[in-house]
């Protein structure tokens, strides 16, 4: 039987970079205290501010909130909220929409539903009607949209999302394979957004803790999390490049922290070359999402829906 | 040795696997990356450097990225 490195106990994981196993007991602490870290280090988490938790019920976004609960829950000057968006995606979100709302009642969080029929007139199965592999790309970029507008209309200070390590090192790669810069520097923990009052500061809390960790946090810790895969999902860059990332890993242990690492000492000299350069992260003077043309994605897409 | 081996949908199938070896060792066989799921052997979860057990049931929970 392999054992915990500290307790003896019977081990629920080993960690081939590190070469050590952990008990139950005392990986739930370590994903705990690298969370925390996460946030101090990079001041995730201020006095008085207002938390709210992009909740879509899947084992990313419900464990951000159990955790930020956690820490968090018993201080008076912090303030935590949980919304979900409704997509309209027919025999899919309606499930994990419960899942949130029972996971807000168990931790005593007050929570919020926005859909996407009550902002922009139809579902995100009638957006789509008829350009079914386009889904993920509206529905992401409405999902962004209505996320910041919400909890800013609710007085959110931050706005945090269950991203992972695997979700980040995917979008560095999917930056780089496409060449784009501008979204590259723009990554990490707490993005540098212009201070716009329009925009709320993102946070990703679990932006160093793996996939499978995540996974096997929620697991042991008896949170219950929605399952079932997207009804639209299917192949795409970021499916190939998770598939690759997984790959290198299994064969050398130690690949993804090495990414992310690497990425985080990078960025610095990276932000300061591209500005000496002349380079300006352009940002749309409509949303402040970074965009190569006057108007970004985003907003030719909400306007080509309005039609 | 013989493993029963329950996948995420419900469906289980029996291999047969020469002494001492590792769950990962399975894995690998079927071409399922460990970076991808979570093992539980009897019940429990386990890593996946554990060694097979004759006759156990394992379990394999695959998670989805959630957006
Ligand atoms: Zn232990
Ligand atoms: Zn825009």
Known sequence: MITCYKCGNRAVIYRKYEGRAWCKKHFSEQLESKVKKTIRDEKLIEKNDKICVALSGGKDSSLTLYLLHKF?????????????????ISG????????????????????????????????LDEIVEKKKARACTYCGVLRRYLLNKKSREFGATKLAVGHNLDDEIQSIFINYLKGDINRLIRLGAKPAIISKK?????????????????????????????????????????????????????????????????????????????????????????????????????????????? | MQIKLKFSNGKSKVFHVKKDSTIEDLLKEIGVNIETVIVKMNGKIVPEVEKLEDNCTLELIEFVSSG
Do not use: W
């Open chain 1, 92 to 123: 899919y979100r309606k499930e994990s929409i419960k899942i949130a709302e029972k996971l807000c009642k168990k931790l005593g969080v007050e929570h919020h539903v926005v859909s996407f029929k009550e902002e922009f007139g139809k579902t």
């Open chain 1, 198 to 307: 329009e925009f709320v500061v993102r946070i990703k809390p679990l932006r160093n803790i793996p996939e499978k960790e995540t996974t096997l946090y929620c697991l042991l810790n008896g949170i219950q999390v929605h399952r079932s895969v997207c009804p639209y999902s299917h192949d795409s860059v970021r499916f190939d490049v998770r598939n690759f990332l997984n790959q290198m890993e299994e064969k050398y242990p130690g690949t993804k922290y090495n990414v992310i690492k690497f990425y985080d000492t990078l960025k610095p000299a990276l932000v300061k070359h591209f500005k000496d350069k002349g380079g300006k992260v352009r940002i749309c003077p409509r949303c402040g999402e970074p965009t190569s043309r006057d108007i970004c994605k985003t907003c030719e897409l909400l306007d080509s829906i309005k039609d």
């Open chain 1, 72 to 88: 968090f829950g018993k201080r008076p000057d912090i303030e935590i909220f949980a919304l979900t968006v409704d997509e309209g």
